[in-house]
C-alpha cells in the first residue's frame, strides 16, 4: 500500500514537495496522522522513524519556484507524484493520493497516466485526513518543506513561513526588492504577492523621482 501527498503548493517562496510512502500497514508508527494535525517536533520525529524503518519505502520530489513560475502547477504537482510513485512502488500496488484538483477522480487518472510503474491508484480530496499511508506521505512532505525553508531562512535571514499571508514573508519580500532591486531567486515571480511587492517597489521609486 502507498499513499501521496504534497506540502508547499501556495507559498510565494520556496519549494513544491510531494512525497509517497509505501510500506505494509503494520510498518507505520503509532500516532501517524496529516501533518497539520501535529506539532513540529512530533512531524520530525515521525519523519525520522519512517525513514529509519527498512520496511518503509520513501520517495520525495521537488518542485522548484522556477518550474513553478515556468509551468502551470496543476501539471507539475501530477508529474512529481508520478515520479514518487515510480521510485518508491513495486509493480501492482494499490494507493490513496490527496487530490489538489477540483475533480478527484480526474486528478487520479491524470497521475497515473504519467506513471511508468503499473498501479492502482485512487485520488482523495482530504486523504491525508483519512488514509495512514497518506498522513504519512504528508508528515514526510512537509517537514522536507520545513528544512528547505529552514535552510532559506539560515542563509537570508527571517523569511516567514513563506505564505503570502505571512507579515514576516511580506515584509522579507518588500525589503530584498528595496536592496537588491528584484525578487529573491528563490520567489515564484509569477505569483501576485511577488508581483504586487514589485509594482509597490516601483510605484515608490517614481514617487522618489
Known amino acids: ?70 509551468g502551470r502547477l496543476n501539471g507539475l504537482t501530477v508529474a512529481a507524484m508520478a515520479d514518487a510513485i515510480d521510485r518508491a512502488v513495486p509493480t501492482g500496488e494499490s494507493g490513496i493520493i490527496d487530490a489538489c484538483d477540483t475533480d478527484a477522480e480526474r486528478f487520479g487518472r491524470r497521475v497515473r497516466a504519467e506513471t511508468a510503474t503499473d498501479v492502482e491508484l485512487a485520488a482523495e480530496h482530504g486523504a491525508d485526513e483519512s488514509h495512514e499511508h497518506v498522513g504519512a506521505a504528508s508528515i514526510v512532505a512537509k517537514v522536507a518543506r520545513d528544512a528547505h525553508v529552514a535552510d532559506l531562512a539560515a542563509e537570508h535571514g527571517a523569511i516567514g513561513s513563506g505564505y503570502p499571508g505571512d507579515g514576516t514573508t511580506r515584509e522579507f519580500l518588500r525589503e530584498y526588492v528595496r536592496e537588491h532591486g528584484g525578487l529573491p531567486p528563490f520567489a515564484r515571480a509569477s505569483w501576485k504577492t511577488s508581483r504586487d511587492v514589485l509594482e509597490a517597489a516601483d510605484q515608490s521609486a517614481l514617487a522618489d523621482f
Open 1 to 70: 500500500m502507498f499513499g501521496v501527498d504534497e506540502a508547499g503548493r501556495g507559498p510565494v517562496l520556496g519549494s513544491l514537495f510531494v512525497a509517497c510512502v509505501s510500506a505494509d500497514a503494520t510498518a507505520l508508527p503509532d500516532g501517524t496522522d496529516d501533518s497539520k494535525r501535529l506539532a513540529p517536533a512530533r512531524r520530525e520525529a515521525l519523519a525520522a522513524e519512517l525513514r529509519a524503518d527498512e520496511r518503509v519505502t520513501i520517495a520525495v520530489s521537488e518542485v522548484t519556484p522556477t518550474e513553478i513560475d515556468d
